[in-house]
């Protein structure tokens, strides 16, 4: 399990006192309100900054961190993702994973068949979608709802998957 989570990503800054403009990763927009500390990474090197405030502006949240006053302080952050600690993470509710915590789940039939690995998450309108990659080298999607995922176990990173009709071809 990664101990960082992505919660944001700076897209650019936002007037002269040294605001950024984040494009939310995160599936509640409004967990900035009680963010009161982040991790930026920029060039592979890790730097704890305090939220100062946060405004919200269309799809962007309009964040001012403590450490910075200045638009010149944090013009080089474009494209910078800001991160949380797991122990800083929003609460899951029963039944809900974090995305980076299924990458690479072994993915099996309810017989115990392995079908192969999850690569990837598609976040759609309806629902998730799994892309495992299958042992022949392909890439199959599966929907990720209760007719085709039986079972996700997040500390094993094992997924139980019903494979349906015509879904592997």
């Known amino acids: 399990m990664e101990d960082l989570l992505r919660i944001g990503v700076i897209t650019t800054t936002h007037g002269l006192r040294g605001e950024v403009k984040v494009f939310p990763t995160t599936d509640d927009v409004r967990r900035f309100d009680d963010c009161d500390e982040v991790i930026l990474i920029k060039n592979q090197e890790y730097i704890p900054l305090h939220v100062e405030r946060v405004k919200y502006f269309k799809n962007l949240v309009i ?33 809900e994973y974090f995305f980076c915590d299924m990458i690479g789940a072994k993915v099996s039939e309810e017989d115990g068949t392995p079908v192969g690995i999850v690569k990837d998450i598609l976040e759609t309108g309806a ?17 990720s709802i209760p007719e085709c995922i039986r079972s996700i176990n997040v500390e094993k990173k094992e997924i139980v998957a019903y494979i349906m009709p015509g879904l592997m071809d």
């Open 63 to 95: 964040v001012k961190f403590k450490e910075f006053n200045h638009i010149n302080e944090v013009e080089l952050f474009r494209k910078c993702d800001i991160m949380v600690t797991r122990e800083h993470a929003v609460p899951l509710e029963e039944g």
């Open 127 to 143: 629902n998730n979608v799994f892309v495992i990659g299958t042992e022949d080298g392909r890439e199959v999607l599966f929907p």
